[in-house]
Every structure is written in structure tokens, then in C-alpha cells.
């Protein structure tokens, strides 16, 4: 049940959680969720059987999260955990980060070259929730609305170490082409990500950075497999 006006206090085993707390379960689950997507799909799945993989959880978490929201009293009485760990008080009536989450890494898989999209994956998985976590704990210069300047050089870094990573050990070019290629994506990501954009980032991220990586490799000259 939600509280009458805004200034109530939360029932109990409603969400009470904002994009302000660390929320550190979420943030875990976020991160498990992506490194474990970009992990299968590196080693274990074609391009064809990652998409009907991740295309039937994606079916899934979106029908779960509908039965969340038609029926909040249930979950707060039966799995209170779910919105103390996974949901915040924003969300209770209205879809989770996860929808647009599912679906963006299900886009970037469909639309960008596979290393493209590893990129892209474990920028939204690692780099997003690292910023958000520096950006409260130690976030002191704020540069733009609910940002800060260490949270944002956290994600850039964070871009900069995946690109380099995963282009180095999957792209067949010169070292120095791939420092280019990663540095230039990662301050593209962060720009990104500083936009006041009314558009959930979970979105926006994976495929701003999958097409951005596309787009960078290709006028480096480095051949995306």
C-alpha cells in the first residue's frame, strides 16, 4: 500500500530505499546480472542462442515485475526481502530499473558486433553501480544533478579498464590503436552519462557505449569480430 501523501512513513515491507541510499543488494544484483550475461555470451553462446536465452529472461523478469506491482500486499507480506534488497520506493507502483535493464542489453545484443556489445554489458554492470556507489560515499563536487565528480571519473576509469580489457584480448590490433579506441569510448560514456536526460540510464548506457564502441573501432581501424 502506498503511504496517503508523501510525507508518510512507508508500510511495512513496502520499498523505503532511494537512488540517494547505496542499496548495496541491488547494486550486487545489478552487477552479478550483467558480468554473468556478458560472461555466458563471451564463452559459452552463438550470437543466435544468447538472444533466445536472454530474450526468455527478459520475458520473464518483465512478468514477474507486472505480478509485482499488481499485487504489492503479497510481496510485502510473503518476500519482504525482494523491496528491502532489490526495489526502491519509487518503484513500487510502477516497473523496475530491470525492465529497461533487460531490455537495453537484449537491444545491444541484437543490434552491435558481439565485442561491441561486451563493452557495452559490462560498462552498464560494473561502471554504472561503482559510479553511484563512489559518487555517495565519497562524492563531493557536484557537477551536474545527482552527480558528482568523483562518481563520474569512477565511471570513466571503470569504462577505460572494460574497453581495454575485453578489446585487447578479442580485437586483432596494434596496442596503441586499442588504448585510442578504449580512452576515447570511455570519455564518450561519461558524457554520457552526466546528460540530464529524462530516459532511465539503464537504457541509455548500454546502448549509447555498444553503438559508440561500433562507431570508435571503426575509425581507429580496429576490426570488431
Known amino acids: 500500500m502506498t503511504p496517503d501523501h508523501p510525507g508518510a512513513a512507508p ?30 555470451y563471451a564463452l559459452f553462446f552463438t550470437h ?9 529472461i527478459a520475458c520473464i523478469v518483465y ?16 518476500a ?25 542489453v537484449l537491444l545491444t ?8 556489445a561486451l563493452v557495452a554489458i ?3 554492470a560494473v561502471a554504472d553501480p561503482l559510479a553511484a556507489v563512489v559518487g555517495i560515499r565519497y562524492g563531493r563536487r557536484r557537477i551536474a544533478r545527482n552527480r558528482t565528480l568523483e562518481g563520474s571519473l569512477a565511471f570513466c576509469v ?3 579498464v572494460i574497453a581495454a580489457l575485453v578489446l585487447g584480448r578479442g580485437a586483432d590490433a596494434p596496442g596503441l590503436a586499442i588504448a585510442g579506441v578504449s580512452g576515447t569510448i570511455a570519455l564518450a560514456a561519461a558524457g554520457c552519462e552526466l546528460l ?19 562507431i570508435v573501432a571503426a575509425l581507429f581501424g580496429v576490426p570488431l569480430p
Not at 63 to 74: C, G, L, S, T
Not at 201 to 211: A, R
Open 63 to 78: 512478468v514477474v515485475d507486472r505480478v509485482r506491482i499488481a499485487y504489492p500486499e503479497a510481496v510485502a507480506r510473503r
Open 11 to 40: 508500510a511495512d515491507g513496502a520499498p523505503s530505499a532511494t537512488r540517494h541510499d547505496l542499496h548495496l543488494g541491488r547494486r550486487l544484483f545489478h552487477l552479478v546480472n550483467g558480468v554473468s550475461t556478458a560472461t555466458a
Open 48 to 56: 543466435e542462442q544468447v538472444i533466445h536465452v536472454f530474450g526468455t
Open 122 to 124: 559490462c560498462t552498464l
Open 109 to 116: 545484443i541484437l543490434t552491435v558486433p558481439k565485442l561491441a
Open 158 to 160: 571503470a569504462t577505460l
Open 196 to 214: 540530464p536526460l529524462r530516459i532511465d540510464d539503464n537504457l541509455t548506457i548500454p546502448l549509447f557505449v555498444g553503438f559508440t564502441t561500433w
Open 80 to 104: 519482504p526481502w525482494v523491496n528491502r534488497l532489490f526495489v526502491r520506493a519509487e518503484e513500487q507502483v510502477r516497473e523496475s530499473a530491470m525492465i529497461p535493464y533487460a531490455i537495453a
